[in-house]
């Protein structure tokens, strides 16, 4: 499927500032004070800007880091992975695969199964929860 593709401007009608800043901008909220770090019904995290289903909460876990973090996403063709070197370091930047948002970073300090961390920014979520949920 083709990425889905906006104009900034669009971009900004639909989305809140904070929400433009991570997803759009690369920006990173500050820890503890994003939407769902404590969200634990069941249902699906899902990308703010296309609706594309990105993260079940079984696979969510409390990292201590102060944003939601999951040890893998709905699929490997849920979210993209991009080499960042900003801030003087090289880590693992996750895009939704969809609309190409900035979600967060992933690191191999998580749990079992795979050992990874999906540390993401709150604002680049929204949850939807199970129907029984």
């Not at 500050?30 to 079984?58: I, S, W, Y």
């Not at 696979?59 to 709905?74: I, L, Q, R, Y």
Request: glycine residues 8%; contains cysteine; hydrophobic residues 30%.
């Amino acid at each position: 499927m083709p990425k889905i593709e906006k104009s900034e401007a669009q971009w900004r009608e639909q989305l809140t500032p904070e929400q433009f800043d991570v997803t759009r901008k690369h920006g990173t909220e500050r820890a503890f004070t994003g939407p769902h770090q404590d969200e634990a019904r069941d249902g699906m995290f899902k990308c703010v800007c296309c609706g594309n289903d990105l993260f079940e909460t079984n696979a969510k876990f409390d990292s201590g880091t102060g944003w939601p973090s999951f040890f893998e996403p709905t699929g490997s063709d849920a979210v993209s992975e991009h080499t960042d070197r900003k801030f003087f370091m090289t880590r693992t930047e996750i895009r939704c695969a969809d609309c190409d948002a900035h979600l967060g970073h992933v690191f191999p300090d998580g749990p079992q199964p795979t050992g990874l961390r999906y540390c993401m920014n709150g604002h680049a979520l929204t949850f939807e929860p199970d129907a029984d949920a």
